[in-house]
């Protein structure tokens, strides 16, 4: 007998919660503590800065970029599989890795396929609790947010601890072992009521007279129908979002891959350098609700673009700001297409910050120098490109209104004179010419 579905706002949506605050602490908190394994893997592949940061960037990179195609695996098989699925992928990507012998076979392993299936999990348990919370949405993604502090402050610690008596091989052996634990969160995703959350497959189409599209046609409509690229050309607020986060994230990654080596070069102790990323991760999970309920407040709804530019520029970031951009039926298109290019963005940057560390004799210093200054700059961009936008839609109001008031004076005598003709006539010319405008 199947079993009944959950209905939204139930009991059963807490349970969902708390599988999607394990879920964000064991994939989006877990590039944070690759820093810890930096100098161990150039001591055992004699690689170089920038050959080594390339399985930071990579993990990262597909972390962020395997958004549109996991839209598309929720949108087929539903939350609870894609979840499940990503589970075994950076599972089966971290076991590989521990057997790797090349740095190439690294970032095909635990780069490519660990951040392709951490990709699948996290996405696909933020996209749930829009299924299962409507009223409290808000509070739901702000407690969800609390398991990437927790994990950002576990993993560090974790990772320190197995590298000092498994060495790296045999940490990433047990890691595998861990992100199975994404298949429990993911079987815990009982599918929702359809009453409340929009159905995840359509049905079957009415067949077209037309001849099907070739293979390369397909693609190009499927690539245009998950992006957004339509709206980046008619949408300057979410074209000076995207273009702003891009050039943030080239120094946003920075401190989390360097700060650890940085650390020990400069004689701080291993357990005192892991414990600076786990001190991060631990102040982030009081700031992360707050900011989330700061934001989802209505009176604060107009003020979100300058909280986000404000906290770009204290190094600070949050997505929230992205749905009062675009509109809510495009934001799944909107945010695929962000993310895609903050993903170029992780895979250029740590490698681009090895080359300046082989070319400058380990200078940790201009590493952070970078960081600083894509974070600023975007930030002044973002903040003063909403600023100029929000000021060029108030001078328009006024234009519109003045042009709106000769084409209404003569609608507004001929409803008076058809009033003075006829006392039976009722006048909704006028209601309904200032309804539209």
Not at 97 to 103: A, D, E, P, V
């Amino acid at each position: 007998m199947p079993r009944a579905l959950e209905r939204a706002e139930g009991y059963w949506a807490w349970v969902v919660l708390l599988a999607s605050v394990v879920a964000q602490g064991l994939t989006l908190g877990f590039p944070t503590c690759i820093g810890i394994f930096f100098t161990e893997l150039q001591r055992e592949f004699q690689a170089s800065n920038s050959e080594t940061s390339w399985f930071p960037s990579i993990l990262t990179a597909m972390l962020h970029a395997g958004g549109p195609l996991c839209s598309i695996l929720v949108g087929r098989f539903g939350c609870r599989a894609t979840v499940m699925l990503g589970g075994v992928l950076a599972s089966l990507g971290m076991v590989a890795s521990s057997f790797c012998r090349t740095l190439g076979q690294l970032y095909l392993a635990a780069g490519f396929f660990t951040g392709l299936g951490l990709c699948f999990s996290f996405q696909s348990t933020i996209t749930v609790l829009g299924f299962y919370f409507t009223r409290r949405r808000a509070l739901a993604n702000a407690l969800a947010s609390v398991g990437v502090s927790l994990g950002i402050t576990l993993w560090p610690l974790l990772a320190r601890h197995l590298l000092e008596d498994l060495g790296w091989r045999g940490t990433f052996l047990i890691f595998g072992g861990v992100f199975l634990h994404c298949c429990v969160c993911g079987a815990i995703l009982r599918p929702v009521a359809p009453s409340v959350a929009p159905a995840s497959r359509e049905g079957p189409s009415v067949p077209s007279k037309t001849p099907a599209p070739g293979c390369l046609a397909a693609c190009g409509r499927a690539v245009l129908r998950h992006l957004a690229f339509d709206i980046l050309w008619h949408n300057a607020g979410y074209r000076v979002f995207t273009l702003g986060v891009t050039w943030m994230i080239l120094g946003f990654p920075l401190p989390q891959v360097f700060l650890v080596p940085y650390a020990i070069r400069h004689g701080v102790d291993e357990h005192k350098a892991a414990l600076l990323i786990s001190i991060i991760g631990f102040s982030n999970i009081f700031l992360r609700p707050m900011a989330g309920l700061v934001a989802g407040r209505q009176n604060f709804a107009r003020y979100r673009k300058y909280l986000f530019s404000l906290a770009v520029l204290l190094n600070g970031l949050t997505n929230l700001v992205l749905m009062d951009v675009v509109p809510m039926d495009r934001f799944s298109r909107a945010l695929g297409l962000c993310t895609i290019l903050e993903s170029i963005s992780i895979l250029i940057s740590p490698p681009m910050a090895g080359f300046v560390l082989d070319n400058t004799d380990s200078n940790f210093s201009y590493v952070f120098y970078m960081s600083s200054f894509f974070i600023v700059s975007s930030a002044l961009f973002m903040g003063g490109g909403f600023c100029a936008l929000q000021k060029k839609e108030r001078q328009g109001r006024p234009a519109q209104a003045e042009a709106a008031i000769p084409e209404a004076a003569p609608l507004r005598a001929l409803a008076r004179e058809d009033t003075c003709s006829s006392e039976k006539r009722p006048c909704t010319e006028e209601i309904m010419y200032v309804t539209s405008v």
